[in-house]
C-alpha cells in the first residue's frame, strides 16, 4: 500500500540549534498516527513542514505522491490541518467561518451546505454553530476548528494538539470524530504528549525526543522493545537511554 503521506530525512536547523533531525515517517490511508513527545521535543516544527508551512533544512515530504516543496497547491488540496495555534475570525459564526473556507477551498453551493450540516451535526455543534466565535467557549472554538480541517474531505489530516487545554467532554468530540474520519479512509497523524491518548487512538506511534525519533511501531510493539507495561514508562525509558552517553562521558 502507498503511504498518503510520507516523510524522508526531515531536517529543521534555526541557525545553530537542530529542532528536527532526520525524522522518517509515513501514514498510511485507515490509519491514525500519533507523533509523541514532550512540549520542546520538535513535533510542531514537524508537522509545520509536513503540511508546507515550514520549509525543511534538508529532506522531502509527499502527500498522496505530490512533492510538498515541489508541488505545492496540490499536496495542500489533499491535508486538512489544525495547527496548535490556529484562529477563528471573532466576528464571525462558526457556521459563517466554515462557509468562508469552503468558497476557498472550491467547493460549489450545492456540495457546501449540506457538508457544513453535516459537520455542525456530527460535532454536536448546533447549539452555538450561529453564534459569533469570540462568545465560544475553549472546546467549542477548538470543535470549530476541527470542522474547518474536515471541511473539503481531506485525504491526510494532520493536528497538531488538538486536545491540548480541553476538558473530557469536549475531547471526547474530537477523539470521535479522529475515529470517524479513520473509517472513512483517511490518513491522520496527530501530535500530542497525552501518552493515555495515545493509546486509545493510535494505530501506530512514533516517539519524538529532542527532534530524534526515539522509537516506532504498534503499542505493543513499543511495549515489548522497551519493557515496558505502559507508553508513559516507554518513552521515558528511551528519554533516558538518548541521555546515558553524554552522562557516561561526564
Not at 509536513?50 to 516543496?69: E, H, I, K, N, S
Not at 477551498?105 to 450540516?117: N, V
Not at 510493539?221 to 519493557?227: A, D, I, M, V
Request: proline residues 4%.
Amino acid at each position: 500500500m502507498t503511504a498518503m503521506l510520507l516523510a524522508q530525512g526531515l531536517q529543521k536547523q534555526f541557525g545553530a540549534v537542530s529542532a528536527v533531525q532526520s525524522v522518517n515517517l509515513e501514514v498510511q490511508p485507515g490509519e491514525v498516527v500519533g507523533l509523541l513527545g514532550p512540549n520542546g521535543a520538535g513535533k510542531t516544527t514537524t508537522l509545520r513542514m509536513l503540511t508546507g508551512v515550514l520549509a525543511p533544512t534538508a529532506g522531502q515530504v509527499t502527500v498522496r505522491g505530490w512533492d510538498v516543496r515541489a508541488q505545492p497547491l496540490a499536496a495542500k488540496r489533499c491535508i486538512g490541518f489544525l495547527s496548535g495555534d490556529t484562529q477563528l475570525y471573532q466576528r464571525l459564526t462558526p457556521r459563517e467561518v466554515l462557509r468562508y473556507f469552503g468558497r476557498l477551498y472550491g467547493m460549489t453551493e450545492t456540495s457546501l451546505s449540506p457538508r457544513i450540516a453535516e459537520l455542525i451535526s456530527d460535532l454536536e455543534m448546533r447549539s452555538f454553530a450561529d453564534r459569533p466565535c469570540r462568545t465560544l467557549s475553549s472546546g467549542q472554538k477548538q470543535r470549530a476548528n476541527i470542522a474547518r480541517a474536515l471541511l473539503h474531505r481531506p485525504e491526510v489530516l494532520m493536528l497538531d494538539e488538538p486536545t491540548a487545554a480541553l476538558d473530557v467532554v469536549s475531547g471526547q468530540f474530537i477523539h470521535e470524530a479522529i475515529l470517524r474520519e479513520r473509517a472513512a479512509g483517511r490518513a491522520i497523524l496527530f501530535s500530542t504528549h497525552f501518552m493515555s491518548e495515545a493509546e486509545r487512538l493510535c494505530d501506530r506511534i512514533y516517539l519524538l525526543h529532542e527532534g530524534r525519533i526515539a522509537d516506532h511501531g504498534t503499542l505493543t510493539e513499543l511495549l515489548t522493545r522497551s519493557g515496558c507495561n505502559n507508553l508513559t514508562d516507554a518513552f521515558l525509558h528511551h528519554a533516558r537511554a538518548a541521555k546515558s552517553p553524554a552522562i557516561s562521558a561526564a
